[in-house]
């Protein structure tokens, strides 16, 4: 299993981007996805989530900016990011909990994988 993000890049602050991340490989199910991110110096933190039922979940410093998204059929979880601003700065990566086969999923047993990381930069 893998987790491939991209979309990532240098925008002027204000602008917008989006990021995809999607899950290939053999398994049965995605449960929970998710992005974090890292900026230098600092640790990773959370900045959305969203459940395999939709349910959404954001860090108070990108709530109202940011929309986290999830295409089941593709296995892929986006984030939307409007008003960037140069806090946003970081590598930004994706995470999953994956059901590896149907008896994993009936024991709520689920793997976590990451993607590697794609980077944003902000600039004023």
């Known amino acids: 299993v893998q987790l491939q993000a991209s979309g990532g890049g240098v925008v002027q602050a204000g602008g917008s981007l989006r990021l995809s991340c999607a899950a290939s490989g053999s398994f049965f199910t995605i449960g929970g996805m998710g992005w974090y991110r890292q900026a230098p110096g600092k640790e990773r933190e959370l900045v959305a989530t969203?459940?395999?039922?939709?349910?959404?979940n954001y860090a108070d410093s990108v709530k109202g900016r940011v929309t986290i998204s999830r295409d089941n059929a593709k296995n892929t979880v986006y984030l939307q990011m409007n008003s960037l601003i140069t806090e946003d700065t970081a590598v930004y990566y994706c995470?999953?909990?994956?059901?590896?086969?149907?008896?994993?999923?009936?024991?709520?047993?689920?793997?976590?994988?990451w993607g590697q990381g794609t980077e944003l930069t902000v600039f004023s």
């Open positions: 995470n999953a909990g994956i059901f590896r086969d149907r008896g994993s999923w009936l024991r709520r047993s689920f793997t976590n994988y």
């Open positions: 969203i459940t395999g039922r939709g349910d959404t």
